[in-house]
């Protein structure tokens, strides 16, 4: 079995398997070859399983592609496709040139970008009013793991994707960030003060959640 090994100061043995299949081992720096070795024949099940898994969600990603006929997300709702000289969204309609999904990919992207600044920037300094709060920056990120995040200093950041979600779980996150100008964790405190503006929380991180999982089987995990 081909595999990269990385050495490092951790004390356990951990398997990944990235995007282009390969096999990375991270493992102890003093760990005999043999031990490493053996992991991998226990593991040798699980790691045919994950690759072939990266493999055919490779292969979805490169056949997904947005043209005319299609439907695209916002805000939880979908919109029709249409031919159009450029990329925008007009009276409830997406319109895209005719071009390779590889150019049109960014396009589309920076589009999404535009429409997060114009909705969900007005929803955090309603909501920041409200709360008597005034975050250091809020701006709009590539962020792929997170939906947003505030940092120390009450910098708030917040996914371009997240417009693709309904408004409901878009105010869920923005709520959820500027409580952590007052709680920089997720004790208990912090959750009473989100279900105090969001009491239905817990069914917005369900939709974001169902809504992360499409995103990455299609091209928007990118």
């Known amino acids: 079995m081909n595999y990269q090994l990385i050495?490092?100061?951790?004390?356990?043995?951990?398997?990944?398997?990235?995007?282009?299949?390969?096999?990375?081992?991270?493992?102890?720096?003093?760990?005999?070859?043999r031990y490493i070795e053996q992991f991998l024949r226990e593991k040798q099940g699980w790691i045919r399983q994950h690759v072939y898994q990266m493999s055919q969600w490779m292969e979805q990603k490169q056949q997904f592609s947005i043209?005319?006929?299609?439907?695209?997300?916002?805000?939880?709702?979908?919109?029709?496709?249409?031919?159009g000289d450029q990329v925008c969204f007009r009276e409830n309609n997406f319109y895209v040139p005719k071009m390779e999904f590889s150019a049109l990919h960014p396009r589309l992207i920076q589009l999404y970008r535009e429409l997060a600044q114009q909705i969900i920037l007005p929803r955090v300094e309603w909501y920041a009013k409200k709360m008597g709060l005034s975050p250091t920056s809020v701006k709009i990120s590539s962020a792929k793991?997170?939906?947003?995040?505030?940092?120390?200093?009450?910098?708030?950041?917040?996914?371009?994707?997240?417009?693709?979600a309904p408004l409901s779980a878009v105010d869920y996150v923005v709520v959820h960030e500027l409580c952590h100008m007052i709680e920089h964790n997720h004790s208990a405190n912090f959750w009473k003060l989100v279900s105090q503006i969001v009491p239905d929380y817990s069914e917005q991180k369900q939709q974001l959640a169902e809504l992360s999982y499409r995103l990455i089987q299609e091209n928007w995990g990118d």
């Open 7 to 33: 050495r490092s100061k951790r004390k356990t043995v951990a398997i990944q398997i990235k995007q282009d299949g390969t096999i990375q081992v991270k493992a102890p720096n003093r760990l005999p070859l």
């Open 67 to 83: 043209q005319p006929g299609d439907n695209m997300l916002l805000l939880g709702k979908e919109y029709p496709v249409q031919l």
């Open 145 to 164: 793991k997170r939906w947003g995040s505030c940092s120390g200093t009450n910098r708030i950041n917040f996914s371009w994707r997240l417009v693709m």
